[in-house]
């Protein structure tokens, strides 16, 4: 089957309406023209990756370096932020419902169906609330180039969380979608196949200036040699704001923890719902599948910046991604790092506008206790929307 992604981005040719002129441009069609009418509910979609392609065009001249103002920031979600309904919302825009009978035909269930109906508990497995994540960012995307074009025609940076991160990818060019799903897919179900065998899981903390998280982890694993676990794990696992991580591990560990969080000066705990100890070495076995399907993958360097999550930087070098991709998968998210990366500036100057794109807003509340007048310029696509009362579902 013939890439929807396969045309790549011409340099200088900006980012506008790329998912959208690679799902629905020909040769014969100008790609500034309005966009077709929204689908029936069949979708042909062998007919619309037949059509998919990108003119050559003429070539740009040079253009004047964008302000602060008319710049973008595009940030995807990850795991945690999946809600039954996401995608809802989506429906309406042909190259959304184009994502997803490719994803449908690609993982082989109904993706839409999970994602909009559910059941939660089956929607929140790793092996599939990975897939729904990116699709439906991917998804969001293209309704993002619709209501706002401006907003991704203008983007300088994108940045995703964990997962997320192979949808920012994509979007910067750096991959094709099914080459991305495709990777996805083998990540989510390597990921679940490790959290099945030792139980585990991730602990949100909201904690003060005074907080020891090393000491506390220390006083965890302690606890669960004392109970003849070999090897525990416990560790911070996302950095997310001042005075906020996620920590990872035994499941042992982390009640250890909820029990004794007055002792660490914890705020608040909360167990994030999610199947296993991620970004840990408990993720070990799903490093290899994963760099098997990264190796087959023509890799390219993103378009815009695009920061990876093990080191806060963002990528220079296509085969960087490979190596720091599969390495995400045990190391600690740095995502307060990446926020103070793209944000730093000198005192004075105006912020870009940034968007989250995908469910949820906690990107958005990331942002605002990292950088409150970065913030201020924050938006979010909305996925969800309202379901007619006769499609309603008693799981939902």
Same mark, same amino acid.
Request: hydrophobic letters at 40%; proline letters at 8%.
């Given at each position: 089957?013939?890439?929807?992604?396969?045309?790549?981005?011409?340099?200088?040719?900006?980012?506008?309406?790329? *998912?959208?002129?690679?799902?629905?441009?020909?040769?014969?069609?100008?790609?500034?023209?309005?966009?077709?009418?929204?689908?029936?509910?069949?979708?042909?979609?062998?007919?619309?990756?037949?059509?998919?392609?990108?003119?050559?065009?003429?070539?740009?001249?040079?253009?004047?370096?964008?302000?602060?103002?008319?710049?973008?920031?595009?940030?995807?979600?990850?795991?945690?932020?999946?809600?039954?309904?996401?995608?809802?919302?989506?429906?309406?825009?042909?190259?959304?419902?184009?994502?997803?009978?490719?994803?449908?035909?690609?993982?082989?269930?109904?993706?839409?169906?999970?994602?909009?109906?559910?059941?939660?508990?089956?929607?929140?497995?790793?092996?599939?609330?990975?897939?729904?994540?990116?699709?439906?960012? *991917?998804?969001?995307?293209?309704?993002?180039?619709?209501?706002?074009?401006?907003?991704?025609?203008?983007?300088?940076?994108?940045?995703?969380?964990?997962?997320?991160?192979?949808?920012?990818?994509?979007?910067?060019?750096?991959?094709?979608?099914?080459?991305?799903? *495709?990777?996805?897919?083998?990540?989510?179900?390597?990921?679940?196949?490790?959290?099945?065998?030792?139980?585990?899981?991730?602990?949100?903390?909201?904690?003060? /200036?005074?907080?020891?998280?090393?000491?506390?982890?220390?006083?965890?694993?302690?606890?669960?040699?004392? *109970?003849?676990?070999?090897?525990?794990?416990?560790?911070?696992?996302?950095?997310?704001? /001042?005075?906020?991580?996620?920590?990872?591990?035994?499941?042992?560990?982390?009640?250890?923890?909820?029990?004794?969080?007055?002792?660490?000066?914890?705020?608040?705990?909360?167990?994030?719902?999610?199947?296993?100890?991620?970004?840990?070495?408990?993720?070990?076995?799903?490093?290899?599948?994963?760099?098997?399907?990264?190796?087959?993958?023509?890799?390219?360097?993103?378009?815009?910046?695009?920061?990876?999550?093990?080191?806060?930087?963002?990528?220079?070098?296509?085969?960087?991604?490979?190596?720091?991709?599969?390495?995400?998968?045990?190391?600690?998210?740095?995502?307060?790092?990446?926020?103070?990366?793209?944000? @730093?500036?000198?005192?004075?100057? @105006?912020?870009?506008?940034?968007?989250?794109?995908?469910?949820?807003?906690?990107?958005?509340?990331?942002?605002?206790?990292?950088?409150?007048?970065?913030?201020?310029?924050?938006?979010?696509?909305?996925?969800?929307?309202?379901?007619?009362?006769?499609?309603?579902?008693?799981?939902?």
């Amino acid at each position: 089957m013939a890439s929807i992604l396969a045309a790549r981005l011409r340099p200088g040719a900006g980012v506008a309406g790329a *998912l959208h002129r690679r799902l629905w441009s020909s040769s014969s069609q100008d790609p500034a023209g309005p966009p077709p009418p929204p689908p029936s509910e069949a979708v042909d979609v062998e007919a619309l990756l037949r059509d998919a392609t990108v003119g050559a065009g003429p070539k740009p001249g040079p253009r004047p370096r964008p302000g602060p103002k008319s710049t973008s920031v595009l940030l995807f979600p990850g795991q945690g932020s999946q809600a039954v309904g996401m995608g809802r919302a989506l429906l309406r825009y042909p190259g959304a419902r184009a994502l997803y009978e490719v994803a449908g035909r690609v993982l082989g269930y109904d993706l839409l169906e999970l994602s909009l109906r559910g059941p939660r508990e089956e929607l929140e497995r790793t092996e599939r609330c990975q897939p729904a994540l990116y699709v439906v960012s *991917l998804a969001a995307l293209e309704a993002l180039r619709h209501l706002r074009p401006e907003v991704v025609d203008g983007c300088v940076a994108a940045a995703g969380f964990s997962v997320g991160e192979f949808a920012a990818l994509v979007f910067a060019g750096a991959l094709e979608f099914e080459e991305g799903l *495709l990777a996805v897919r083998v990540r989510a179900e390597a990921m679940q196949e490790a959290s099945a065998a030792v139980p585990s899981g991730m602990l949100s903390v909201l904690g003060r /200036p005074q907080t020891q998280y090393k000491m506390a982890c220390l006083d965890a694993r302690e606890h669960c040699q004392s *109970l003849g676990i070999k090897e525990p794990v416990c560790e911070v696992a996302n950095y997310l704001f /001042p005075d906020c991580r996620v920590i990872s591990g035994h499941l042992q560990a982390l009640h250890f923890l909820q029990k004794n969080a007055s002792r660490y000066h914890f705020r608040r705990t909360r167990m994030l719902p999610v199947s296993g100890g991620f970004h840990t070495r408990l993720m070990e076995p799903a490093l290899e599948p994963l760099d098997q399907v990264l190796k087959k993958i023509d890799l390219k360097k993103p378009l815009v910046s695009v920061y990876s999550n093990v080191n806060g930087s963002r990528y220079l070098h296509a085969k960087h991604i490979q190596q720091l991709l599969v390495k995400q998968v045990v190391f600690p998210v740095k995502w307060e790092q990446i926020m103070h990366a793209i944000y @730093e500036r000198r005192k004075g100057t @105006e912020f870009p506008q940034t968007v989250e794109v995908g469910p949820g807003k906690q990107l958005g509340t990331i942002l605002k206790n990292c950088n409150l007048k970065a913030w201020k310029a924050y938006s979010h696509v909305e996925v969800m929307g309202e379901e007619e009362e006769e499609e309603e579902s008693p799981d939902v």
